[in-house]
């Protein structure tokens, strides 16, 4: 019998060693994998819209055909979707009709996520962090909303806004032998007609990377509709009378003009004289029966309406279409809510400022909220920004301030300036933003929020109501002795917070009414957004509040963005055995036990194209 040859041998030798490098490689990998998905970052797909419109869904990502305007539309799995509404123009999109023109509108799957778990190991979820946390009710679903409560807090949403009230400011009076157990569903909740929040109670205010990344469009100027145009009607963005300096009406005269496709306004005055011209914004909603004459070349009347909490994204629907695709989309019924149901006070506004005329004038921008306009000036000379607040500057812990400017505008109107430098002087082109959101105002200058001389927080001396200003002209843009061009002109809104409860949950409604078992949660008709004769509804309006545990288990509470349309701690009811009690509670909450982690990248978003990766979606959460 012959020996194998050392050629051979070392052939073998060489493939074992090969086999065993593979083998071994590969068993690392999977250990490095385990150790990565277990202690430092997971992938996670979103499956439904209740975090639009940070985060995606399954959904339609859609171009409306009448004004171009790019929106989004959810889409419940096995179910379709064959019309929706355009956030914009208002349009009613007919997805059959635009697919035999070629306009196929698939749908694409939510976002892809990276969620980090290694920051929880070090820290624990700040104030507005989206987390993704195990479903407290049982079971290993994974959920993802945004944190608005920590533990010890009694929260309340109010007025569509988020207030807090911190363990540490509990009242006295509270049993020192019960130490802030859960309570029963009928106790933990309380409801009752909104009025003005008292301490202690504060607003929770979001930083301004939170507002960027939460605002929600009202209408882009860039996404004009051909059709409305054509037929003349009235634009959204409009004229009011100049004024002198002395602030002397001075008529309406044509000192704004508009480019021919209506995107762009120009502005040129610099006389001595030093006459203010003024643009303002009505929010001129169309509705379905509105779009159904225009579709028969009428003229129909229309009305400014408060801006309201619409969120596109919940426009979906299906139905069967008509014969004639120019009026099929305009023939099935289209809900109320689908244009909102609630005032929304927070408001964002954006603009391209072109300045063409050298180191002169001023550009300015008015918010309505109520019955009172908050400014921000810019002094084109030298850049300096000038915020005009009526209201009581929130200096937060700061009690002796707060008390020094109490005694100083005792029995005075209360109006306050802040005042900050920008680059905003000379001939250039610059992104401007001015946002009044959670009680407090924001300005970017190209990109930079600026930092003022004195808190642009403040404080509500009463509840907040509309009022003729946020009807007429929500927002006024005002230029006086100068030279400026004003293009990409949007505004956005905040989110409405509804003060939702597990009792009768399906109600997204804060709106309440009289009825023979007290009062009772309503929906508004449509009309009362335009008709100032209905606003007595807004006196009777619901507030929730949700008290969180001071001891044990640290317990969070967690908001969808999405907020008409989320299953979130507002609604949850789930059993808990508590041994303090010997009894089931019906919580609310989310324990610290039950997190995974912070919600870091969406590091795919759905493709553009087969195989082509939608660049532009790729982005750090926030």
Known sequence: MTGQSP???????????????????????????FLFRTFLAEMFIIPTGSMAPTLMGQHKDVTCPQCSAPYQVGVV?????????????????????????????PNYPGDRILVGKYPYYFSRPKRWDVVVFLFPGGGNTNFIKRCVGLPGETIRIQ??????????????????????IQETAESAIRSGLAG????????ARKPPEKILATMIPVYQNDFQNAKLRQMKMPSRWYQLEMTSAEGTNMGVQAQWQESADGREFYFKHTDSDEMT???????????QPQWRQIAMEQVPEV??????????YNTGMSGSYGEDGEMGAYSIPILDSFYGRHWVKDLIFETTVDVRSLNTGSFQVGLSRGNRVFWCHVNLTNGEVTLTIPAVPDFGKDEKRQKEF????????TVYTARAQSNMSGTDIYQFRFANVDDQLHVWVDGKVLKFDQPTAYLESERVLPSQLDLEHPVQIGC???????????LYRDIYYVAREREGSSEMSDFVEDSRYGMAVCTPPLELGSDPGLWDAFQKMRYVEFRLDTEGVRQYFMLGDNSTNSADCRCWTYPSYDPRRNQYLTEYYVPESLLVGEAYYVYWPHSWKPFWPNWKKFRKIK
């Open 7 to 33: 050629e051979n041998q070392n052939q073998e030798e060489s493939f074992g060693r090969m086999v065993r490098e593979i083998f071994e490689s590969v068993a690392i990998a999977f250990v490095v994998a």
């Open 77 to 105: 799995q096995g179910q379709n979707v064959n019309y929706s509404v355009c956030p914009n123009c208002n349009a009613v999109m007919d997805y059959a009709n635009e697919a035999k023109h070629g306009n196929v509108n």
């Open 159 to 180: 007025d569509g806004d988020i207030y807090v009230k911190p363990s540490e400011d509990r009242s006295a009076s509270e049993d020192p032998g019960e130490p802030n």
């Open 196 to 203: 003005k929040v008292e301490a202690p109670y504060r607003i």
């Open 277 to 287: 011209g003024w643009l303002a914004y009505r929010n001129l909603v169309l509705t």
């Open 303 to 312: 009305r400014p309406r408060l801006i309201t909490d619409m969120t596109a």
């Open 406 to 413: 109490a005694q100083a505008n005792e029995n005075r109107e």
């Open 480 to 490: 006086r002795n100068c030279e400026v061009n004003l293009s990409n002109i949007s």
